[in-house]
């Protein structure tokens, strides 16, 4: 079992960070390179969902960056992301599918990132407590 841990800065330069972590922490170990390409684009639409949406409407602290906690679990058949913020609470389960039709005719934009994520990974769960959003995705490979 192997466990990797680092903090990020609320920000959008986090994105490419996220990715790069993801990559580095799990490029020694045999995994299937379409299961990590799958498992780094889920983890970067979580970091994106936490930077663009969940600390919009914080005010802003001077001086001070919010920033988010990912650790990253690796066994032998499984790897596991973890996210950890206080930015707005968002339980994935209360999201609805995203509406195609609304989409193509330019009523809606987007909404897919966690339809995407939910199609790129076994299982989410979320839990939120204290102002601590808590956010796993875990990747068979």
């Known amino acids: 079992m192997a ?21 580095s922490s799990l490029s020694k170990y ?17 970091a994106s969902n936490i930077v663009e949406h969940g600390y919009a409407s914080a005010p802003a602290t001077k001086g001070i ?38 989409n193509l005719r330019g009523e809606k934009k987007g909404g897919y990132g966690l339809f995407l994520i939910r199609k790129l990974v076994d299982k989410i769960v979320y839990s939120a407590r204290r102002r601590l959003n808590v956010t796993r995705l875990v990747k068979q490979t």
């Open 3 to 23: 466990r990797f841990k680092k903090s990020f800065a609320v920000e959008i330069q986090a994105i490419p960070a996220v990715h790069n972590f993801i990559k």
């Open 30 to 46: 045999s995994i299937c390179p379409e299961s990590v390409t799958d498992f780094i684009i889920a983890c970067d639409e979580i």
């Open 65 to 102: 960056s919010p920033k988010f906690v990912l650790t990253i679990h690796y066994i032998p058949g499984r790897v596991t992301a973890t996210f950890f913020d206080s930015g707005a609470a968002f339980n994935p389960k209360d999201a609805m599918e995203p509406d195609i039709q609304k």
